[in-house]
């Protein structure tokens, strides 16, 4: 048993058995490596990577290789999602040097940490032009031995053209109407109206992109917006990428049509989707929509939540298909002599014919994955819902796909929010609660005395390493949203915790940019700032979001400014990448809508108070935020001078430090929060 064996990350624990003598990252295996004049092998991934697996098996768990890399390197792993910083600097390296990136990366440093070789996956045997690990490990220590020199020239060349690569921030004047056009005419050059999405294969789902979609919709009335975000969510939800059984989305589709997934489900595409679903209804009253976001939340929560009530990171792509084989998609896909086994012949066949399944297959060895194909036919809902229940209770009894149970704040903070919103809109209280209690967790365990994150924990023990920008920005959004919904002024008080922090150790004072490491946070050979979004919102759009929410609820003017200037990267990027800024776009919709505030004041147990409530959070007003409570209550900031209109539960709009006059009619609030902004 090696390093690893100690580590909170479930990514590191899989290896912790490995012949090979790993290190985690830390100051030991740089002065290891130092002192035994070795150079460092940093191998980093994450638990449901497929690929990650398949390099392990072939190579870390070989007792040869793991004797050549025992004599000849200093061996470090990385879990992606514990330390995102690392994962970032180097990515960078790789992708600048290679043109390409991914997982497992595979990097060569010096011990002074400086990159000199990259990769990603290495097979045991040289295979379709690529060289064996074995046939790169032996170069690498060769040059190490005998070309030192040109070693640390390409080490030092490299470290320093990452420091001086400097980001174009656009200008410090925000985006405005021409620069969000700019985007969506983007957007529609790469759009696939075919079959939904933007680009070709592999397609992944673009959530971060949808928001804006729909909140230009909501601002502007643009009906070509609108379409792209319903055909899109149409299609990824009637296709494979989209649990039919048990709900849920996968990662991304390896195709264009959204049929065949890479089956590993992440919490964070699950807590966005959910999120749009539930955005999309509200926009729209799509009965789909509606199905789709209640069905991603309870998979959120009855496979993901951990005893301790937050959720976990992803459940894998690879899982036992029954004979010893870890095979990927093996738990979810089906054969027509599988479905006859559950079903028999006659409900068999009609199940085939509702989700897609052929005796050719759409994965391999004639499987085929679950979907819903565009027919002329009209299914009995009475009969499927039966044979649905019957397929997942055998489903359930294959072996399950293995689950990373470390919680990573960032993606928690998605997940409250969008179950907090989820649960609001659709009467699901239990939804309400799972995010207060994923709240609670991150409070009591990721949150320290001085409201320092930790990015992650596992089994109720917090982990070791700081949170980073997105991990503020996110949680402070999710406490946000609990405000909203829940009308506890609390989150609103733990949110300005985590963006003061964002103020003061994220953001540089001149130029109003965003990094993604603390100020005091561990030093790297560069230190990480990216605003594009990725699989999830950027730490620097989602603290804009964040900090421009918290200032409209609070009227704080401090953090509308930082808001402001974090958006100025949108004004330089939304025209030319739109796909990879959507979130920053989606939050440059709400300042030029304001954004609005609502604060609607009555009794909790009135009706009428209740009405006003759901009709504030059921507006489409990009960004809006609500602040419900009793008349004279200080619980959040929006409701101080409010009192009832003639004694009765009343609604009050602002923007630009302009107010409508105060309503008591939700049919009057639903105009107001659902109009356009002139």
Known sequence: MNRLAHETSPYLLQHADNPVDWWPWSAEAFDEARRSNRPVLLSVGYSACHWCHVMAHESFEDEATAAYLN????????????RPDVDAVYMEAVQAATGQGGWPMTVFLTPDAEPFYFGTYFPPEPRHGMASFRQVLEGVASAWKDRRDEVAEVA???????????????????????ELAGALLGLTRDYDAARGGFGGAPKFPPSMVIEFLLRHHARTGSEGA?????????????????????????????????????FEKMLYDNALLCRVYAHLWRSTGSELARRVALE?????????????????????????????????????VWTPARLREVLGDADAEFAARYFGVTEEGTFEEG???????????????????????RLLAARDGRPAPGRDDKVVAAWNGLAVAALAETGAYFDRPDLVEAAIGAADLLVRLHMDDRARLVRTSKDGRAGAHAGVLED????????????????????LEFAGFLLDHVLAQFTDAESGALYDTAADAERLIRRPQDPTDNATPSGWSAAAGALLSYSAQTGAEPHRTAAERALGVVKALGPRAPRFI?????VAEALLDGPREVAVVGEAGDPATTALRRTALLGTAPGAVVA????????????AGRPLVDGKPAAYVCRNFVCDVPTTDPDRLRAVLNGRNA
């Open 71 to 82: 004599e000849h390197f200093v061996s470090v792993k990385v879990d992606r999602e514990e």
């Open 472 to 491: 503020y920005a996110d949680v402070a959004e999710g406490f946000l949203a609990l405000a909203s919904v829940t009308g506890e002024g609390v989150w």
């Open 156 to 178: 030092g060349k490299i470290t320093r053209d990452l420091a001086e690569r400097e980001m174009s921030f656009g200008d410090s004047r925000v985006p405005g109407e021409e």
């Open 296 to 332: 991603t939340a309870d998979f959120m929560v009855r496979e993901l939540r951990t005893v301790e009530g937050g959720f976990a990171s992803a459940l894998d792509a690879d899982s036992d298909d029954g004979t010893g084989r870890h095979v990927e998609g093996a738990y979810y």
């Open 582 to 586: 959507g979130w920053g776009l989606a």
């Open 367 to 389: 499987a085929s994955v679950l979907q819903l194909p565009q027919q002329e036919e009209v299914f009995d809902a009475d009969r499927l819902a039966p044979v649905r229940e």
């Open 628 to 639: 419900v409570g009793a008349p004279e209550s200080d619980e959040l900031p929006l409701l």
């Open 226 to 262: 609108l379409q792209m975000a319903v055909d899109t969510c149409e299609r990824m939800a009637r296709g494979g990428l989209y649990d039919q059984l048990g709900g849920g989305f996968a990662r991304y589709s390896v195709d264009r049509d959204w049929v065949v997934p890479h």
